[in-house]
């Protein structure tokens, strides 16, 4: 809990580090732009809802299945024309498109895929993305490009569960660069729980509790400014993040 809230700080915190970040959204629930501070939120449609441009993009209507992709969609103007600006972090909503039968075999998330393929290997970029908890979006051919899948784990048994079922998933596709972010820390018997539960993951930082966050959400307000203590882990775990991958 609490992935999309990660995501905004870090990509602030990446911004203020004077990289060029895009985040993109793929969440079903998207709400990371206006955690980020976006006025409007409602008002931007997610890319998977823009059917026209994925049956233009892919060649497959959505709702349609069974059809044949194209492989390589055209997806390099994408994030020109569909990011939104937050306060110097580029959005992208792209919206997921929810399991079941053969939901990840759709024309929706095939566009998606394509365009996070893209974007991964754009240099000078840092690429975060706030992802439920799975990997669907990550294909054998990307997870090269990518330096670390960050779990965000809170000090609760089903939350570790969680990450011993995501790490898993990374190695099976190959991805080696995985590591936990304890959120959601009120106390130092909070952060010895996660260390002592997650023995084997690398810990990329400590995110504090704290209650502005909720508040600012429930405010409508911006979360990345309501929180220093936040803002800081954030900025340490930027720092671990610039570290070269281990091994
Ligand atoms: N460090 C924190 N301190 C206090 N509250 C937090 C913290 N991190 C997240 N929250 C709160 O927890 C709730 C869930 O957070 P968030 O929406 O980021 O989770 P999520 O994993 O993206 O959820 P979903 O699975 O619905 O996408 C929000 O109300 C958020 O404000
Ligand atoms: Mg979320």
Same mark, same amino acid.
């Given at each position: ?5 990660v995501?905004? @700080? ?9 990289y &060029?970040?895009?985040?993109?959204? $793929?969440? +079903?629930?998207?709400?990371?732009? $206006? =955690?980020l ?8 449609? +997610? ?6 441009l ?10 349609? &299945? ?25 959005? !992208? ?10 939901? =990840?075999? =759709?024309?929706?998330?095939? /566009? *998606?895929?394509?365009l996070?393929?893209?974007?991964l ?7 975060? /993305?706030?992802?439920? $908890? ?7 051919? &990307? ?8 779990? *965000?784990?809170?000090?609760?048994p ?12 990374? $190695? ?5 660069w *995985? ?14 729980? !996660? !260390?002592?539960?997650? &023995?084997? @993951?690398? @810990?990329?930082? @400590? ?14 307000k ?7 203590? *936040? ?9 671990? /993040? ?6």
């Open positions: 809990m609490g992935k999309t809230t995501v905004a @700080f870090l990509a602030d915190a990446l911004h203020k580090a004077g &060029t970040v895009i985040a993109i959204d $793929a969440d +079903p629930d998207s709400n990371l732009v $206006a =955690c501070g976006y006025p409007n939120p409602e008002k931007i449609r +997610p890319l998977v809802e823009l059917h026209d994925v049956h233009e993009r892919t060649g497959v209507k959505p709702g349609t &299945t069974g059809g044949l992709f194209r492989l390589n969609p055209k997806v390099d103007d994408l994030p020109a024309k569909y990011s939104v600006n937050v306060n110097g972090v580029r959005v !992208l909503v792209a919206g997921a498109v929810r399991k079941g039968g053969s939901g =990840c075999y =759709c024309p929706e998330n095939a /566009l *998606v895929r394509a996070i393929a893209h974007l290997l754009e240099k000078n970029t840092a690429l975060v /993305l706030d992802m439920e $908890a799975g990997v669907e979006h990550l294909g054998r051919g &990307t997870i090269k490009a990518v330096n670390r899948l960050l779990i *965000v784990v809170e000090p609760a089903r939350s570790i569960e969680t990450a011993a079922r995501i790490k898993k998933m990374a $190695a099976d596709i190959g991805l080696k *995985v590591a936990v972010i304890g959120n959601r820390v009120r106390s130092q018997h909070d952060r010895e729980y !996660l !260390l002592r539960s997650l &023995t084997g @993951f690398d @810990f990329a930082g @400590f995110i504090p509790y704290d209650e502005a966050l909720p508040q600012a959400e429930i405010a409508g911006s979360v990345v400014t309501a929180s220093a203590a *936040v803002r800081d882990a954030a900025s340490a775990i930027v720092d671990y /993040l610039k570290k070269p991958s281990p091994n």
